[in-house]
Nanobody, 115 residues
Framework: VQLQESGPGLVKPSQTLSLTCTVS??????????WTWIRQPPGKGLEWIGS???????YYSPSLKSRTSISRDTSKNQFTLQLSSLTPEDTAIYYC????????WGQGTQVTVSS
């Protein structure tokens, strides 16, 4: 399975980030896979943002839940992250991955929040 993130590299504070993960080599509706968004801020460790599972149920990090929405388009085999009310602290490399403990990862996409 392969995953590829796409979206803007630069966004302004207070805006909403939208990233899409396109999956090939496997269906996002296959039992019992989890599809996950993770980020890594500069100089820090990995942070789980949230997941959407095969049934469409979503799970979010408590610390980001109020600003996060994950959805999917099964016709395109894609899932999408929306993160609102951005601040510079949201600057990070954003990854999509398969698995609750991910075993397949996208290459990651740099997102910078700056005016």
């Amino acid at each position: 399975v392969q995953l590829q993130e796409s979206g803007p590299g630069l966004v302004k504070p207070s805006q909403t980030l939208s990233l899409t993960c396109t999956v090939s080599g496997g269906s996002i509706t296959t039992n019992y896979y989890w599809w996950t968004w993770i980020r890594q801020p500069p100089g820090k460790g990995l942070e789980w943002i949230g997941s959407i599972i095969y049934s469409g149920t979503t799970y979010y990090s408590p610390s980001l839940k109020s600003r996060t929405s994950i959805s999917r388009d099964t016709s395109k085999n894609q899932f999408t992250l929306q993160l609102s009310s951005l601040t510079p602290e949201d600057t990070a490399i954003y990854y999509c991955a398969r698995g609750r403990t991910p075993e397949y990862w996208g290459q990651g996409t740099q997102v910078t929040v700056s005016s």
